[in-house]
């Protein structure tokens, strides 16, 4: 499912325009960008959880020239799934 099937899913599921649609999802999708750049944690009960994780710097190879390159350290959004959510795919 892509941005565009949510969007259209919700504007025909609750009677919206495609602008209004579109307007809430890009509210959603901003304020969990927001809470995960502040180091927060995101709970959806039943579906799973958002963090960020961080990883250090570390050495590493380029692999197009094969040139021994520094990796800054970075954080990463990371996706836990939920226990239900696990159980209804594996169903």
């Known amino acids: 499912m892509t941005k565009s099937d949510l969007i259209y899913a919700l504007s025909t ?6 602008n209004n649609a579109s307007e809430i999802i890009n ?7 927001d809470k995960l750049k502040k ?4 709970e959806i009960r039943r579906f799973g959880s958002f963090s960020v994780r961080e990883y250090g ?3 590493g190879r380029n692999p197009k020239t094969g040139k021994i ?3 800054g350290k970075k ?3 990371f996706f ?3 226990k239900e959510l ?3 795919v594996n169903a």
């Not at 180091?39 to 995101?42: C, E, K, M, N």
């Open 13 to 18: 599921k609750e009677n919206l325009t495609y």
């Open 27 to 33: 509210l959603i999708f901003g304020g969990f960008t």
């Open 39 to 42: 180091g927060g944690r995101i």
């Open 57 to 59: 710097a570390y050495t």
């Open 69 to 71: 390159v520094k990796v």
């Open 75 to 77: 954080k990463l959004p």
């Open 80 to 82: 836990k799934v939920g």
């Open 86 to 88: 696990k159980e209804r």
